[in-house]
């Protein structure tokens, strides 16, 4: 499975609630987002995420962020989610998740977690923290993953930012 989304980017709505999912959703699509990620550690997650995928999940890649756990996976495959991304390579959350035919997204660090994460079927990788590395550890490692024909790195620079943990 490929990375399938037209901007190579995850709108993270880290904090919403459920009363402001489906407003912060819409306009995120609006604005051309076709990924969305709402983090595990937000308010009654349990509630937005299903709502979300329920109005938006033709229109958009709907998911859950700083999973960590395959029963998380379990929960979130039911409620309609194909998108996970988490803050580390967990290869168990990861096979899970493409089990389910989920698009995983893991957090990685060095080269070796990078492929590892590869190796147990992740589609995409975000470099986490990012404000430890720059811009210097996604080329190298692109460079390498593309030369495996895999190709999959994304940047994701929202270390740093208030909040930002997974």
Not at 78 to 91: D, E, H, K, S
Request: net charge negative; aromatic share 6%.
């Amino acid at each position: 499975m490929q990375w399938q989304t037209n901007l190579p980017l995850i709108a993270i709505l880290r904090g919403i609630t459920p009363d402001e999912a489906l407003a912060h959703v819409g306009a995120v699509i609006d604005a051309g987002f076709d990924a969305v990620e709402i983090p595990l550690n937000s308010p009654q997650w349990e509630k937005s995420i299903p709502q979300v995928v329920d109005a938006y999940g033709e229109q958009a890649l709907i998911g859950a962020g700083t999973v960590l756990q395959p029963e998380q996976v379990d929960r979130l495959a039911a409620m309609g989610c194909r998108l996970i991304v988490t803050p580390n390579i967990q290869p168990e959350v990861i096979r899970r998740a493409v089990g389910y035919g989920m698009t995983v997204c893991p957090g990685c660090a060095t080269a070796s977690e990078a492929f590892s994460a590869l190796d147990a079927g992740a589609q995409a990788l975000k470099i986490f923290p990012s404000s430890a590395f720059g811009p210097g550890l996604h080329q190298s490692v692109e460079s390498r993953a593309s030369a495996r024909g895999s190709g999959l790195c994304r940047w994701r620079r929202d270390a740093g930012k208030p909040g930002a943990v997974d």
